[in-house]
């Protein structure tokens, strides 16, 4: 309530300075207020520290007065959207007072300001491009789990990856390969069952001499 009476009061004295003649005044304060709409938005304002500004009629104070005040209550009531909106047409306005310059040409000074101070204080957006995957997660193996279904180490399927044995496999972001199912014939449930048969005829076999798998079965 206190920045909006606040606010009111600025506006005022621009239409007085105005009328008091004092237009230098009159032209830093507005260009001040419109400094102010900015930095509430955390918008960057140094475009305008440079730019002229020339002092509108009353009529436009009063309209950039309305759409301050819109932007204002829009922020209060968390409503970025509609605050964007007023800002919208703020800044049409705005290229009408700015001397060479249009609403893109702001738009434009606006972004490439954020972008730069964004650069300077070492922070941008992680821009992170996907991994071509060409197999759901449901159905590609690890390389651990190949090493087990072939009977080979987890060393070697990583190099067979690398040297393109399987196409279609790739990598997560934790560098960890996964290779599509539909490369082996048995599956790791299989295979597992397969060891496991293999391991209790060699165990058999060790106390009662060779015999036929086909007993076994």
């Known amino acids: 309530m206190i920045k909006e009476r606040e606010e009111e009061i600025l506006w005022d004295t621009v239409t007085i300075l105005k009328e008091q003649n004092r237009l230098e005044n009159a032209s830093a304060l507005f260009k001040t207020l419109i400094e102010r709409t900015f930095l509430t938005l955390k918008l ?33 009531s968390s409503n970025m959207t509609l605050a964007y909106e007023s800002f919208v047409e703020y800044i049409v306005k705005l290229a009408e007072v700015v001397p060479e310059a249009d609403s893109k040409k702001i738009i434009a000074n606006i972004l490439a300001e954020q972008t730069q101070h964004q650069v300077e204080n070492n922070w941008m957006p992680k821009v992170e491009l996907a991994t071509p995957i060409t197999a759901v997660p449901s ?33 997560t972001e934790g560098r960890h390969w996964r290779i599509p199912k539909k490369y082996f014939k048995l599956t790791l449930e299989e295979a597992r069952k397969r060891k496991d048969f293999e391991q209790e005829l060699n165990e058999f076999n060790a106390q009662h001499g060779e015999v036929n798998e086909d007993e076994f079965l």
């Open 139 to 171: 159905d590609v193996y690890t390389s651990t789990e190949v090493a087990e279904i072939i009977g080979v180490t987890d060393q070697t399927i990583r190099r067979w990856c690398e040297k393109g044995k399987y196409p279609g496999a790739f990598q």
């Open 44 to 76: 960057p304002t140094k475009f305008l520290e440079e730019a002229k500004i020339d002092l509108p009629s009353n009529e436009f104070v009063n309209l950039f007065r309305k759409l301050d005040k819109e932007i204002y209550q829009s922020l209060k």
